[in-house]
């Protein structure tokens, strides 16, 4: 199986940043995709953004101009830079990877954005 681990969350003004790291480890050969997920209470979990093997990126509407996927393959890690943070991107961040035919998640780590 894959553990991931999220770091990098934490309580940020409005207009500020965060950048959230996830660090993959286990049997981590052939993951298909990585990405980030998020869910603020009484809502379902959205992804926000999403890269895949070769290269190829992918955000929610919400967060275009404002995030940036990125990876790095010899460390097995993902990154999430967050700009211009709003309170509605108030949620737990997951970060998620496609493996074969699986998913796995990290345990979450909070975002809070203070107006």
């Known amino acids: 199986q894959v553990q991931l681990a999220e770091s990098g969350g934490g309580l940020v003004q409005a207009g500020g940043s965060l950048r959230l790291s996830c660090a993959a480890s286990?049997?981590?050969?052939?993951?298909?995709?990585m990405g980030w997920y998020r869910q603020a209470p009484g809502k379902q979990r959205e992804l926000v953004a999403s890269?895949?093997?070769?290269?190829?990126?992918d955000y929610a509407d919400s967060v275009k101009g404002r995030f940036t996927i990125s990876r790095d393959n010899a460390k097995n890690m993902v990154y999430l830079q967050m700009n211009s943070l709003k309170p509605e991107d108030t949620a737990v961040y997951y970060c998620?990877?496609?493996?074969?035919?699986?998913?796995?998640w990290g345990q979450g780590t909070q975002v809070t954005v203070s107006s």
């Open positions: 998620n990877v496609k493996r074969w035919r699986y998913d796995y």
């Open positions: 890269i895949i093997a070769g290269g190829s990126t």
């Open positions: 286990g049997s981590i050969f052939s993951i298909n995709a």
